[in-house]
């Protein structure tokens, strides 16, 4: 059974620096996907990156960029110069991606982030 | 291209009434995802349809079902409710099955309230 784990209740970060929002997983399966959304107080979930397990690099996407450890089985998120509208809960996710396996995803238990202005 | 669109968006039942909660998928996806999201459980998955067909199931009671339609909009239907069932409820939709870029897009969710 898949497993993600978020060990960061809550964050604090101030607005413009870098914050780092950690996210580990646990998996037998070969070929899996790794999501990270983020969701605001109104509760619509945000796509904010994607890593496939078989990418050779990091993805990025803008001011997020994904560092992923497939040794370590981490797959942390790094927001870079934070503004006040990133503050919401961020959830890491993961999709196993074979055999039609379809798109059921497995979530963390979520991390609060608050930017200070 | 117009997001993923649920209703309603707030409803308040009383225990052991039945509720049914609307999705509608973007244009062009066929696969559309329920979820459930409670302060104690966090988000679990409910179920997957895809053309039509569940293609998964979460580790929910029978009174949580679901069906999808021939336009891919899908609706989920929670019978008997129990005060437990109060959570967002979330629809996401994805254009086919898991493979390399298919992102599944959510909707603003379904806030039920059980009393």
């Known amino acids: 059974a898949q497993k993600i784990t978020q060990t960061q209740p809550g964050m604090f970060v101030q607005e413009k620096e870098a914050v780092t929002l950690d996210c580990t997983y646990d998996t037998s399966d070969p070929s899996y996907g790794l999501f990270w959304y983020k969701q605001p107080s109104s509760g619509e979930m945000i796509f904010l990156i994607y890593q496939g397990s078989y990418d050779q690099q990091n993805a990025t996407e803008g001011r997020y960029s994904l560092n992923f450890q497939k040794a370590r089985k981490s797959a942390n998120l790094v927001i870079s110069a934070s503004q006040l509208g990133d503050s919401a809960m961020y959830f890491c996710a993961m999709r196993d991606q074979w055999n039609n396996a379809g798109n059921m995803l497995t979530f963390g238990g979520g991390t609060r982030l608050m930017v200070k202005p | 291209k117009a997001g993923v669109t649920q209703t309603p968006r707030y409803l308040i039942k009383t225990r052991g009434q039945q509720v049914t909660l609307s999705c509608s998928p973007i244009?062009?996806?066929?696969?559309v995802s329920w979820y459930q999201q409670t302060p104690g459980q966090g988000l679990q998955f409910l179920f997957e349809?895809?053309?039509?067909?569940?293609?998964n199931k979460g580790n929910f009671p029978g009174r949580f079902s679901g069906r999808q339609f021939s336009n891919s909009r899908s609706e989920m239907n929670v019978s008997t409710l129990e005060l437990g069932d109060s959570a967002l409820y979330l629809c996401a939709s994805s254009w086919g099955l898991a493979g390399v870029g298919n992102e599944q897009f959510f909707g603003p969710g379904t806030r039920l309230t059980v009393l």
């Open positions: 244009s062009g996806h066929r696969s």
């Open positions: 349809y895809f053309s039509e067909t569940q293609r």
